[in-house]
């Protein structure tokens, strides 16, 4: 396997979602920004695109740009404080880690959970998304205030060990170098204020094992009024506007290339490795059906099977073809004994 190919091989995958929650239309702008910025409609100041493509190259970006569509609807109808889907569910309560717990002061206006976990269509398509892709990174986009979510929501702490260290202090670094230090950090469930249960973060973290799972609060104005959900949730002249979408399109694109540089150690990790040591065929396969295995959980399992019975054919086939020319060379010797006597008589 060359560098190139390994190189090809490590893909830094990142899952977005968008406008979650119904009242806040800013996400779903920042959404559309950004995939202006990566299709080169629109440019950044202060982005220097050599090395933007150079991360791109590396990247395999999915984005849901706006996920509650008939939430949407209704707030475009005029009520704009809706948050919830369009049947009344809350699409950040509805997912299974500690699903339904509820606290004293839940409103079932804000923070319906649904009938059951995943009993929601946009959950259900959200979980298989997630499934299917296995990102490295996954990012639920929010409005109501400016802050850096890491799990967990349903508790007041966050995950023990060197993962969680990694995500603080990536969210560090964007904070302090994209966001002028505006925003809160830490748990979601240690910073807001409340617990959240049922969330798409704790789920992502905790069941799907997505090494980074974050929830971005990207704009609020604590000074509005409670009955001006627009004001609320949604910046409201052209200058705010902007600013809004530049800063966290170029967090975006700082935490692409952050990703790519943590992917690249890896890279040089493996590379390294591969030359200290030769490999057997049998555990560069095991290696390889580990890591996808840890990507791809049970259908894996078939596969490695499969590779089993494979191993299996292919030492059989050795020995058989081993036997056939034995079987061959001695019927040449067999043949050929007379005449090699007949010459040296
Ligand atoms: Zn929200």
Known sequence: MTREDLRSCLWFLVFQTFGQHARELITTELALRLLSILSEEEFLPDVDRVSLNKTLDRLVIKVVPMENLNGRKIVEDGELCERRNGRGVDL????????????KDYDPYEENP?????????????????VSFGPHIWVNVHSGMEALFMPYDHKNTTPDGIPSQIMKSMLDELNHFHLKDRCLIGSGGGSVGYLAHGTATDYMYDVARVPMAFTFEIYGDTKASSKDCFKMFNPVDITSFNRVLNDWSGTFLKMFS???????????????SSFDKLVS?????????????????????????GMQEIRTYFRLFLLSSVLLMFMFCSRITKSARPIVSAMSL
């Not at 649904?114 to 398509?125: D, L, R």
């Not at 065929?281 to 099977?305: A, C, F, H, P, T």
């Open 92 to 103: 950040n309560r509805n997912w299974s880690v500690d699903w339904g717990k509820k606290e």
């Open 114 to 130: 649904g009938t059951a976990p995943f009993s929601e269509p946009e959950a259900q398509i959200m979980r298989k998304l997630s």
């Open 258 to 272: 952050i990703g790519v540089q943590q992917i690249d150690g890896l890279e040089s990790k493996a590379v390294a």
């Open 281 to 305: 065929i049998d555990d560069y396969l095991n290696g390889y059906l580990m890591q996808r295995k840890s990507r791809y959980g049970k259908k894996i399992e078939v596969l490695d099977l």
